[in-house]
């Protein structure tokens, strides 16, 4: 592990210093924002939720519907039996036949008539060319009616003849909902309230990206400047061990001395090494962050200022800006508006609905002229009610575990929102405790800059041991360890401050 440090060490200092970039603060969350995969997903979330909108508009509206059929049968459709098909084309036969023993009187009728016509006196020849003649009229036309009524049954027979075998249907059909018992506005509103927890969950997203990238690029300048300060503490010691091995040569101090002045050397050579070693991996996760090559090293532009933070006045303490502006808590809101919404589509299947329908319908064959091989079609308008009867409280119960479930939600929220209050005040007393720290820390400053002073001139006259100077040293590098510190800290408690409040842009 130590080794890839080293190695990434040596890569990130071999580069050419011509290459590397200034970074603000505001750029870093840029390239962060734009980078991170996760914002983009909350962004198409946003997408879909504003379809799925959109989508519930619709459902105000008229819907048209198309449906085309075909059905093949194994048999056609009879509305005559086998034996009614037999019987109509010989209607004729058959009542020709019936009429027979009619015929056979009115036959016998005629030849009194011409025995009567004979003793008038008409000659019997022409009597008999006169019956005849009637008896000639009477078969022809019997024989007509005979083949009229047959090919009259045979008509009927082809006429009821459906062949529907195969069969064509469509139809267009208009539905308008007028009343769905509320299911449908609950539906909208729900959309709505989708559309807007997508865009606050993008918020809460937007802000936990800039509050990681702040952490990292306030990270890298805090280690940027401990690592200028072990390069000036390891000069420092330095200096004083060579100063204390000229002395043991000229006999005024001791060896040991030079061990414990070696010692510290060694110290300030390792803490140097892992701040490196620290800067370099600090640098590739902000790297990581802002989506650029984990190799490339930049330049922050707090790492070229002296002075990271200064005392600020401590921020008016505003819990209520807090719980309107968290995007957490909206969330949470919009959950339970949503649950709310879902109880009244559940309330929505005990209620009745209507819903206007309208359209038109054809078919092949059709029966609106009798039976006809050709499309045919009709107009139709009606109004739909369903009314639920009777469904065993299979509606109440789930009325009632979807109220449970928003009581659920709002206890949820209560808890959260003293959360954030406790959040909010800690915060607030962190940007406070951060600014006396700071106090603190300048004052250090000054006193342990005199403290080596003073025991850099002791050293010089002879009147104070190397290990007195020692100690200031590790006192100054203390100091000035703990202004960097707590210059980070005023930055992060002001960063934690803004996001308590939902504040952080």
Known sequence: MNRIIGTLLLVGLALPMSAQRVLSLDSCRQMALRNNKQLGV?????????????????????????????QYTSKPVSLLSDAQKEAFPQLGTTMVGSMQPSLAGFEASLTQLGTAFVKLGIPAQEVQQMMAGLQTNMNGTMEGIQASLNALGQQIVDAFDTDTRNLFAGSIMLTQPLFMGGSIIAMNKMADLSEDMAENS????????????????????????????????????KKFDTDVHKMIDEGVATKSDGLSVDVKVNEAEMTLTKVNDGLVLSRMLLNQLCGLPLDEVVTLADEMTDSIAVVELTPELNVEA????????????????????TTNILKAGNLPQVALMGGYSVSNPNVFNGFQKKFGGFWNVGVMVRVPLWNWGDVMYKVRASKG??????????????????????????????????????????RADENLRMANLGFSEGVITPATVMEAQTAWLQAQSQKIDAEIDVKLSQVDLQKALGTLE
């Open 405 to 446: 479930a928003t009581s659920i939600a709002n206890l949820e929220l209560a808890e959260a929102r003293e959360l954030v209050e406790l959040q909010v005040n800690q915060s607030t007393f962190r940007v406070d405790e951060a600014n006396k720290k700071l106090t603190m820390a300048q004052a250090n400053i000054q």
């Open 202 to 237: 993008m918020n809460a997203r937007r802000q936990a990206t800039i509050y990681k990238i702040d952490q990292a690029y306030w990270q890298v300048v805090s280690l940027y400047h401990k690592k200028k300060l072990a390069e000036s503490y390891l000069d420092l010691v």
């Open 42 to 70: 909350s962004k198409l979330k946003q997408d879909v939720a504003a379809n799925l909108r959109k989508s519930a508009r619709t459902k105000y509206l008229p819907h048209v519907n198309a449906v085309g059929t075909y």
């Open 322 to 341: 807090a719980i309107d502006n968290r995007p957490e808590l909206k969330m949470m809101q919009n959950s339970i508006d949503m649950s709310k919404q």
